[in-house]
């Protein structure tokens, strides 16, 4: 099956600071990426979905310019949280959904996540 | 608008019994997937199964067991005969069909059921 990868899976920051988690696709074009965030004992929530080479639509309540999204190239996308606060600390994951052999548009294979602590 | 329901948020069977994960599910869509998730306490989210929308054929895979039904608009997981290992949460989500090559369908995830298995 296709393989997405996150990095870091872990970060501790203090408050204030910028965040970059990467979302790689390994063995497939990853035409569209989507990012949620999951806070403890709650389900998975979209924030935004980006199309390689666009700009990327965010989910209402989620603030643009808090959250950049890059996904500058089929197989990798970013996500950078700026000025990050304790109330961002939570669990990151990216998804992907593209073309290879054997993948279809309308499955998402997810990213093992990231874990973000903002001091 | 879509929306998936898990009426159950936790769970809790003795190793060797029988249980049933319920997912209803609201869309407008005549098109459109269904899935179940796995979390683990690791956090990364495995993929169970998919099934559309034209596809009312239950399913079986080893102990798990899928039973699908427009009517109701339901989504149903069985797992028999569970195991310790089975404890996680357990994720059903809706996804719009893709009709463009770089759109990839956006998914509504259920609240989650939290599986415990005790031995």
């Known amino acids: 099956g296709a393989v997405v990868s996150q990095h870091p899976s872990r970060v501790i920051c203090k408050s204030g600071t910028s965040v970059k988690i990467e979302c790689r696709s390994l063995?497939?074009?990853?035409?569209?990426m989507f990012w949620y965030r999951q806070f403890p004992k709650q389900s998975l929530m979209l924030m935004a979905t980006?199309?390689?080479?666009?700009?990327?639509?965010?989910e209402q309540g989620v603030e643009k310019d808090k959250f950049l999204i890059n996904h500058a190239s089929l197989t990798l996308s970013t996500l950078t949280v700026t000025s990050a606060h304790p109330e961002d600390s939570s669990f990151y994951i990216c998804s992907a959904s593209g073309r290879a052999s054997g993948v279809s548009y309308n499955e998402q294979f997810f990213g093992p996540g990231t874990r973000l602590t903002v001091l | 608008a879509q929306k998936v329901t898990q009426a159950q948020t936790e769970i809790s069977v003795v190793e060797k019994e029988d249980v049933t994960l319920d997912c209803v599910y609201e869309t407008r869509d005549t098109t459109y997937y269904l899935f179940w998730y796995k979390q683990p306490p690791s956090g990364e989210l495995v993929f169970l199964i998919r099934?559309?929308?034209?596809?009312?054929q239950n399913e079986i895979s080893g102990r798990y067991s899928w039973n699908f039904q427009k009517s109701t608009s339901s989504f149903n997981f069985t797992i028999t005969a569970s195991q310790v290992v089975d404890s996680a949460v357990y994720f059903c989500a809706l996804s719009e069909s893709v009709t463009s090559l770089n759109q990839g369908g956006k998914l509504i995830f259920g609240q989650g059921t939290e599986l415990s298995v005790k031995p």
């Open positions: 099934r559309n929308s034209f596809d009312e």
């Open positions: 063995d497939f074009q990853a035409t569209t």
């Open positions: 980006s199309n390689e080479g666009s700009k990327a639509t965010y």
